[in-house]
């Protein structure tokens, strides 16, 4: 009778390179969770610092704005009128721990002396125009709608304006307060739009992310003319 061969089962253990390949998932995995944890405690940390950096007074909106910036993530622009202090006092105390934007918009409309327009066109970057009632329909000159093309540095958008005979916009002249200090001349901007506002064109043509919270300024005032002139300054790219 022939003799059958006995069959030795194949090995079944899984080859070193399977293990090493898991473990190199398992590592990869972890550290990028860790990463994750560590630029979120970053930022974190660097919120605290920017808020321990600026003073508290929640009767000032321009300091109150400063720590809601920080807060909600949001920038800010803002639109006064020469000689009026609106932007610096508050009818009463501004509450430091409104939850969302849209209360944040209702604490200045009811205590400040300053209107609020929300642009959410960017999800990622509201912007809250504050605007000085005072100026009342003065402020319409930045609704004006216009074809605008233009590159080179942010802080000499207006005087080019001002030479394409945009009525009401000129180039800040130099003047004294926080408001007034500074002007963007480092930032390269490119613009090429068609009947866009110009308060569109000056919140969007810079990069949101690397930009300072409050985007630019425009203050108002009445030349000996009569006629009535708005100077546009922007704030520079964050930490100059």
Known sequence: MATQEKRVPPNRTQSPFVHWTWDCRSAVGL???LLILVCAVGVRSMQAQELKDIPVDHSNPGLYKDHMAIKFQCHFTIEYLSGSDNYFTSRED????VSSIDDLVKEFEQ?????VVVDRQDEQHPVLHLIDKELGKKSEVLDRKIDFQYSGRVGDIAAVMEKQRIPGIEPPRSGIGPLEAFNDHVTEVTIDVKQTSIRHILTHCVDLDEYKRTIWSAKTYQAEDGT????IRFYGPRGR
């Open 228 to 231: 009535w002139k708005t100077q």
């Open 31 to 33: 550290f990028a969770t």
């Open 111 to 115: 205590k400040t002396n300053l209107r």
């Open 94 to 97: 501004l509450n430091p721990d």
